[in-house]
Protein backbone atom coordinates (compact mmCIF):
# COMPACT_ATOMS: atom_id res chain seq x y z
CA UNK A 1 0.00 0.00 0.00
CA UNK A 2 0.89 3.75 -0.42
CA UNK A 3 1.63 6.19 2.30
CA UNK A 4 -1.65 7.93 1.59
CA UNK A 5 -3.50 4.22 3.02
CA UNK A 6 -2.70 3.86 6.84
CA UNK A 7 -4.01 1.16 8.54
CA UNK A 8 -3.31 -0.39 12.16
CA UNK A 9 -1.77 -4.26 12.75
CA UNK A 10 -3.45 -5.86 15.66
CA UNK A 11 -2.09 -9.14 16.88
CA UNK A 12 -4.58 -11.61 17.98
CA UNK A 13 -4.12 -14.95 19.69
CA UNK A 14 -7.50 -16.08 18.20
CA UNK A 15 -6.42 -15.56 14.69
CA UNK A 16 -5.59 -18.32 12.09
CA UNK A 17 -5.26 -16.17 9.40
CA UNK A 18 -5.15 -12.15 8.57
CA UNK A 19 -8.77 -10.23 7.96
CA UNK A 20 -9.17 -7.28 7.46
CA UNK A 21 -11.82 -4.59 9.61
CA UNK A 22 -12.84 -1.41 7.99
CA UNK A 23 -14.93 1.01 10.63
CA UNK A 24 -15.30 4.88 9.72
CA UNK A 25 -12.60 5.75 11.80
CA UNK A 26 -10.35 3.28 11.00
CA UNK A 27 -8.32 0.19 8.74
CA UNK A 28 -7.50 -2.62 10.85
CA UNK A 29 -5.75 -5.90 9.64
CA UNK A 30 -6.15 -8.61 12.64
CA UNK A 31 -3.11 -11.05 12.28
CA UNK A 32 -1.91 -14.37 13.79
CA UNK A 33 0.69 -14.01 16.66
CA UNK A 34 3.16 -15.36 14.34
CA UNK A 35 2.55 -13.94 11.44
CA UNK A 36 5.61 -11.91 9.73
CA UNK A 37 4.87 -7.97 9.30
CA UNK A 38 5.93 -8.36 6.04
CA UNK A 39 3.75 -11.09 5.09
CA UNK A 40 1.14 -8.89 6.37
CA UNK A 41 1.58 -5.65 4.45
CA UNK A 42 2.15 -8.40 1.01
CA UNK A 43 -1.52 -9.23 2.36
CA UNK A 44 -2.92 -5.59 2.53
CA UNK A 45 -1.29 -4.62 -0.75
CA UNK A 46 -3.14 -7.36 -2.50
CA UNK A 47 -6.15 -6.57 -0.56
CA UNK A 48 -6.35 -2.87 -1.87
CA UNK A 49 -9.28 -2.84 -4.11
CA UNK A 50 -11.12 -4.65 -1.54
CA UNK A 51 -10.19 -1.74 0.84
CA UNK A 52 -10.93 1.05 -0.59
CA UNK A 53 -14.74 -0.68 -1.55
CA UNK A 54 -15.06 -1.33 1.74
CA UNK A 55 -14.02 1.96 2.95
CA UNK A 56 -16.51 4.01 0.60
CA UNK A 57 -19.09 1.50 1.48
CA UNK A 58 -18.63 2.21 5.51
CA UNK A 59 -18.64 5.90 4.27
CA UNK A 60 -22.09 5.71 2.30
CA UNK A 61 -24.05 3.93 5.33
CA UNK A 62 -22.26 6.53 8.21
CA UNK A 63 -24.02 9.37 5.87
CA UNK A 64 -27.39 7.86 6.35
CA UNK A 65 -26.91 6.88 9.84
CA UNK A 66 -29.03 8.79 12.55
CA UNK A 67 -28.20 9.30 15.89
CA UNK A 68 -30.79 8.11 18.66
CA UNK A 69 -29.16 11.65 20.94
CA UNK A 70 -31.17 15.11 20.81
CA UNK A 71 -29.00 18.10 19.00
CA UNK A 72 -29.59 19.70 22.43
CA UNK A 73 -29.80 18.28 25.84
CA UNK A 74 -32.88 20.73 26.79
CA UNK A 75 -36.40 19.93 28.37
CA UNK A 76 -38.42 17.44 26.96
CA UNK A 77 -35.83 15.61 24.23
CA UNK A 78 -35.52 11.94 24.23
CA UNK A 79 -32.78 10.25 25.63
CA UNK A 80 -31.86 6.60 24.67
CA UNK A 81 -31.73 4.24 27.74
CA UNK A 82 -32.33 0.49 27.41
CA UNK A 83 -33.98 0.26 24.16
CA UNK A 84 -36.32 2.95 24.99
CA UNK A 85 -36.18 6.85 24.55
CA UNK A 86 -37.32 8.60 28.02
CA UNK A 87 -38.18 12.52 28.46
CA UNK A 88 -35.46 14.45 29.98
CA UNK A 89 -36.56 17.05 32.98
CA UNK A 90 -34.75 19.61 33.97
CA UNK A 91 -35.08 20.92 37.81
CA UNK A 92 -33.00 23.67 39.64
CA UNK A 93 -31.33 22.30 42.33
CA UNK A 94 -28.78 24.03 45.40
CA UNK A 95 -26.22 21.09 44.17
CA UNK A 96 -22.75 22.15 43.50
CA UNK A 97 -22.83 20.22 40.58
CA UNK A 98 -25.58 18.29 37.52
CA UNK A 99 -26.74 15.30 39.03
CA UNK A 100 -28.77 12.86 37.10
CA UNK A 101 -31.24 10.54 38.17
CA UNK A 102 -34.05 8.12 36.80
CA UNK A 103 -38.18 7.85 37.45
CA UNK A 104 -39.86 6.83 34.36
CA UNK A 105 -37.31 9.76 32.99
CA UNK A 106 -34.49 11.52 33.10
CA UNK A 107 -34.21 14.42 35.69
CA UNK A 108 -31.16 16.57 35.73
CA UNK A 109 -31.19 18.36 38.63
CA UNK A 110 -29.11 21.77 37.61
CA UNK A 111 -27.42 24.45 39.99
CA UNK A 112 -29.68 27.54 39.63
CA UNK A 113 -26.23 29.40 39.48
CA UNK A 114 -25.47 26.97 36.48
CA UNK A 115 -28.72 27.38 34.64
CA UNK A 116 -28.75 31.43 34.80
CA UNK A 117 -25.12 31.79 33.77
CA UNK A 118 -24.66 29.16 31.04
CA UNK A 119 -25.80 29.27 27.32
CA UNK A 120 -28.38 27.12 26.22
CA UNK A 121 -25.68 24.85 24.07
CA UNK A 122 -22.87 24.79 26.95
CA UNK A 123 -25.82 23.61 29.83
CA UNK A 124 -26.91 21.00 27.09
CA UNK A 125 -23.36 20.08 26.83
CA UNK A 126 -22.92 19.89 31.01
CA UNK A 127 -26.05 18.00 31.08
CA UNK A 128 -25.21 15.47 28.08
CA UNK A 129 -21.49 14.77 30.13
CA UNK A 130 -23.66 14.33 33.20
CA UNK A 131 -25.75 11.67 31.78
CA UNK A 132 -22.66 9.91 30.36
CA UNK A 133 -21.31 9.82 33.69
CA UNK A 134 -24.42 8.12 35.06
CA UNK A 135 -25.02 5.68 32.21
CA UNK A 136 -21.66 4.34 32.61
CA UNK A 137 -22.37 3.34 35.94
CA UNK A 138 -25.51 2.26 34.99
CA UNK A 139 -23.87 0.22 32.39
CA UNK A 140 -21.49 -1.17 35.35
CA UNK A 141 -24.31 -2.15 37.75
CA UNK A 142 -25.97 -3.94 35.13
CA UNK A 143 -22.67 -5.68 34.32
CA UNK A 144 -22.52 -6.91 37.68
CA UNK A 145 -26.10 -8.23 38.01
CA UNK A 146 -25.85 -9.86 34.91
CA UNK A 147 -22.75 -11.60 35.46
CA UNK A 148 -24.07 -12.88 38.69
CA UNK A 149 -26.92 -14.75 37.12
CA UNK A 150 -24.56 -15.96 33.83
CA UNK A 151 -21.13 -16.99 35.82
CA UNK A 152 -22.84 -19.73 37.77
CA UNK A 153 -24.76 -21.23 35.43
CA UNK A 154 -21.89 -21.50 32.66
CA UNK A 155 -18.82 -22.11 35.64
CA UNK A 156 -16.99 -19.34 33.78
CA UNK A 157 -15.04 -17.01 36.05
CA UNK A 158 -13.79 -13.73 34.59
CA UNK A 159 -11.35 -12.52 36.46
CA UNK A 160 -12.26 -8.51 36.30
CA UNK A 161 -15.31 -6.90 34.81
CA UNK A 162 -14.55 -3.11 32.97
CA UNK A 163 -16.63 -0.60 31.43
CA UNK A 164 -14.85 1.02 28.82
CA UNK A 165 -15.40 3.85 26.00
CA UNK A 166 -14.52 2.00 22.60
CA UNK A 167 -15.16 3.21 19.29
CA UNK A 168 -15.34 -0.19 17.59
CA UNK A 169 -16.13 -3.09 19.93
CA UNK A 170 -18.44 -3.91 21.67
CA UNK A 171 -17.04 -6.43 24.16
CA UNK A 172 -13.05 -8.30 24.66
CA UNK A 173 -12.18 -10.84 26.65
CA UNK A 174 -8.22 -10.78 27.02
CA UNK A 175 -6.02 -13.89 27.40
CA UNK A 176 -6.23 -13.83 31.53
CA UNK A 177 -9.83 -13.64 31.19
CA UNK A 178 -10.63 -9.84 31.72
CA UNK A 179 -13.65 -8.81 30.37
CA UNK A 180 -14.03 -5.44 28.97
CA UNK A 181 -17.79 -4.16 28.03
CA UNK A 182 -18.65 -0.77 26.27
CA UNK A 183 -20.77 1.45 27.73
CA UNK A 184 -22.49 2.48 24.78
CA UNK A 185 -24.58 -1.04 25.40
CA UNK A 186 -26.55 1.07 28.16
CA UNK A 187 -28.75 2.44 25.06
CA UNK A 188 -29.43 -1.33 23.83
CA UNK A 189 -32.01 -3.45 24.69
CA UNK A 190 -31.39 -5.35 27.98
CA UNK A 191 -31.45 -8.47 25.65
CA UNK A 192 -28.88 -7.20 23.59
CA UNK A 193 -26.48 -5.94 26.27
CA UNK A 194 -27.00 -9.31 28.15
CA UNK A 195 -26.24 -11.35 25.15
CA UNK A 196 -22.88 -9.43 25.03
CA UNK A 197 -22.21 -10.42 28.35
CA UNK A 198 -22.97 -14.08 27.56
CA UNK A 199 -20.60 -13.32 24.30
CA UNK A 200 -17.63 -12.43 26.33
CA UNK A 201 -17.91 -14.72 29.29
CA UNK A 202 -17.73 -17.61 26.80
CA UNK A 203 -14.63 -16.57 25.23
CA UNK A 204 -12.99 -17.97 28.48
CA UNK A 205 -13.72 -21.48 27.49
CA UNK A 206 -13.64 -20.68 23.38
CA UNK A 207 -11.12 -18.87 22.50
CA UNK A 208 -12.92 -18.62 18.68
CA UNK A 209 -16.31 -18.20 16.77
CA UNK A 210 -16.08 -21.60 16.15
CA UNK A 211 -19.43 -24.05 16.26
CA UNK A 212 -18.58 -24.94 19.73
CA UNK A 213 -18.77 -20.97 20.72
CA UNK A 214 -21.74 -20.64 19.62
CA UNK A 215 -23.28 -23.74 21.09
CA UNK A 216 -22.05 -22.62 24.01
CA UNK A 217 -23.63 -18.79 24.00
CA UNK A 218 -27.29 -20.71 23.14
CA UNK A 219 -27.18 -22.93 26.12
CA UNK A 220 -28.36 -19.99 27.80
CA UNK A 221 -29.38 -17.22 25.32
CA UNK A 222 -31.51 -19.44 23.02
CA UNK A 223 -32.42 -16.18 21.16
CA UNK A 224 -28.88 -14.77 20.48
CA UNK A 225 -29.27 -14.54 16.72
CA UNK A 226 -31.75 -11.88 16.88
CA UNK A 227 -29.72 -9.82 19.23
CA UNK A 228 -26.53 -10.17 17.18
CA UNK A 229 -29.32 -9.07 14.01
CA UNK A 230 -30.22 -6.44 16.48
CA UNK A 231 -27.10 -4.33 17.26
CA UNK A 232 -26.38 -5.14 12.92
CA UNK A 233 -28.93 -2.97 12.14
CA UNK A 234 -28.64 -0.72 14.96
CA UNK A 235 -24.77 -0.78 16.06
CA UNK A 236 -23.39 1.96 14.07
CA UNK A 237 -26.07 4.36 15.65
CA UNK A 238 -25.77 2.90 19.01
CA UNK A 239 -21.71 3.62 18.41
CA UNK A 240 -22.82 7.50 17.86
CA UNK A 241 -23.38 8.02 21.56
CA UNK A 242 -24.72 10.38 23.23
Known sequence: MNSKQVYQIRRSQRAKR???????????VVAPLRMPERQIHQFMRAKLDWIESAKNKVQRHADTIASLAPELYQQGAMIPYLGKQ???????SQNRQIEI?????????????CYQSLTSAALSEEIRAALIIW???????LA???????????????R???????????????????????????LAPVEVFEYVVIHELCHIAQRNHSAAFWAL????????????GWLKRHGSSLMLGL
Open 18 to 28: ARIVVTAEKVE
Open 86 to 92: YKLEIKL
Open 101 to 113: AFAGAFIANVPDS
Open 135 to 141: MREAAGK
Open 144 to 158: AQTMGHYVPLYQLHP
Open 160 to 186: SITIKTQKSRWGSCGIHNDINLNWLLI
Open 217 to 228: VARYCHDYQQQR
